[in-house]
């Protein structure tokens, strides 16, 4: 298993295009904000041009850029995020593409996360947490017992919960183990997104004392 990145922690923001208007002055947004872990997530093709532009932001605030999807454009970011229908799609040796970035993986259940590890994910993404709207194949929601199960059959490796995730949730998104909420509808689907990270980034670093 690879190393743990040590910035693998607290609120992991998702940035969609189709539900902002202006994805990198979002973004900038949120990393005034505090967050420090961002992913692209965009279900049309990335432009590779914007992903370095978006990745130049993040490096400069000292923050973590994950693109959704798109090994290659991962190329230009720090890491990939992959869903479990995306994995058997990719062609050839997926850590030796991605060289030393990092690979999360979405897992749903346990046995999904043990075949993580054999792929040698760096970090899972689990959930629905809650209900949500932002995709529409998300699943039932699995509650903190779902991440709490998906936790304990990730051998040590960080798990950001995901889905439906709201302010006041926070706590219950800790106490089942994650160490990462991954946020998405909450930071960008308001109309001040660096206020609702300072609340997000705040609130968590509360918690986690």
Known sequence: MARVNTKLRGIYALVDPALCDDPERTAAALLRGGIRLVQYRSKQSCER???????????????????????????????VHLGQEDI????????RRLGGRLLGIS??????????????????????????????????????????SVVAAAGGLPVAAIGGIELDALEEVYASGASMAAVLSALVRVADPEAAAISFVTRWERIAR
């Open 49 to 79: 041009a914007f992903v370095r532009r978006l990745h130049a932001m993040t490096s400069r605030s000292d923050a973590l850029l994950i693109v959704n999807d798109d090994v290659e454009a991962a190329q230009d970011a720090d890491g």
């Open 88 to 95: 058997a799609l990719i062609p050839g040796d997926l850590r």
């Open 107 to 148: 897992c749903g259940v346990p046995a999904e996360a043990e075949a993580a590890l054999r792929l040698g994910a760096d970090y899972l993404g689990v959930g629905p947490f809650a209900i949500t709207s932002s995709k529409v194949d998300a699943g039932p929601a699995i509650g903190s017992a779902g991440i709490a």
